[in-house]
């Protein structure tokens, strides 16, 4: 009878804790002077010291979607961090917005990579420029890519103008330069190389047929490597660059997922949907190739991103890791791996 008296009280002690805790919280939320103090603290936990990275490469994934909408997935976007430099490989819808909210040092940002023209790699690129001006970016933000990467931003600079002129005529020259917002586009071939003290980044051609040109790019620093493909299919030119890499981050497409899809839309009477379906098939790599890539490079992690649709539940998940090896993973947005120099350890944090 004791022990039950006890119980007893304890849980009278605990029900009146929660009441207390409950009444308290709702005072805060619901008066002025209660959310002041919560919007003092938030502000104040916002503009604090920015993420440091230390000794190493470091991959943020910014977006791991292709264009068929999906919950929480922000389209293709990958960005690359070491303590001196940073570059982003292509900016889809709302990829941006990742960037923001992981705080990354848009105002150190050293370019973007583009890996082709279709809108899901690039119609975000205008809001990461504005970003990374009204940050303090020194000078034009340089944006890297294969032939025609100079029409793709001449023409998000026209689009813009009025923008950057009511931001400079608002804040003024010495706060929004204009000539800092303007972006400037560097064409590159798809074989070639930029080095940065001791980061090495290559190019070369990817595989994303009838669109061209497309590349893929490799990041190599104090012997550690990634190679990020953007859309292509498997070839012999990116089995030979995963061979030696550390960590690839590859687009992915599931026949099982796509095929159900499009025998869904056929049965709908959807004929423009139904032949967009069936075209994306033969331009991105689908799961069991990469699969075989895997098994093929032991010594290589192998990352899914720009998933062929993006997983809406943990069904598609589950479909999308069929034949995955033990170094293989599924990003989803906000996901982190860190190559530290001199280690041979990936990090992953989720």
Same mark, same amino acid.
């Given at each position: ?58 991959? #943020? ?94 023409? #998000? ?13 608002? $804040?003024g020259e010495d706060y929004l330069p204009a000539a800092s917002g303007v972006m400037l586009g ?21 595989? $994303? ?96 991103? $720009? ?22 993973v599924l990003t989803h947005d906000g996901m982190w791996f860190h190559l530290q120099a001199g ?8």
């Open positions: 009878m004791f022990r039950n008296f006890q119980m007893k009280r304890i849980a009278l002690s605990v029900v009146v804790i929660v009441a207390v805790v409950v009444v308290i919280a709702f005072a805060v939320i619901t008066t002025e002077r209660g959310q002041n103090v919560l919007l003092k603290k938030g502000a104040r936990a916002v503009n604090g010291v920015a993420p440091a990275f230390d000794d190493g490469l470091h991959v #943020f994934v910014c977006g791991s979607a292709a264009p068929i909408p999906a919950p929480g997935r922000a389209q293709a976007c990958i960005a690359v961090i070491t303590p001196d430099h940073f570059f982003v490989v292509d900016t889809g819808s709302g990829s941006v917005n990742n960037i923001g909210l992981e705080r990354l040092p848009v105002d150190r940002l050293d370019g973007v990579l583009l890996n082709h023209f279709h809108s899901d790699h690039i119609v975000d690129l205008p809001t990461l420029n504005v970003i990374s001006w009204a940050s303090g970016h020194d000078g034009p933000l340089r944006v890297y890519g294969p032939p025609g990467v100079e029409q793709v931003v001449t023409g #998000f600079n026209q689009a813009m103008g009025l923008d950057r002129l009511y931001r400079t005529r608002h $804040h560097t064409e590159h071939s798809p074989a070639s190389e930029l080095v940065l003290g001791d980061l090495r980044i290559t190019s070369f051609a990817a595989d $994303h047929s009838p669109v061209e040109p497309a590349v893929s790019y490799r990041f190599d620093y104090k012997g550690r490597s990634i190679v990020i493909t953007g859309d292509t299919v498997v070839t012999d030119d990116l089995r030979t660059q995963v061979a030696t890499a550390d960590l690839l981050l590859t687009d992915a497409l599931s026949l099982p997922i796509v095929e159900t899809l499009h025998e869904a839309v056929s049965a709908a009477g959807n004929r423009q949907l139904t032949k967009i379906l069936e075209d994306i098939q033969g331009y991105h790599a689908p799961v069991s190739d990469i699969v075989e890539l895997a098994h093929a490079s032991d010594s290589t992690m192998v990352a899914l991103y $720009h998933l062929v649709p993006g997983p809406r539940n943990i069904v598609m998940e589950q479909v999308f890791k069929r034949g995955f090896t033990d170094d293989m280690s041979n350890e990936i990090d992953i944090e989720h």
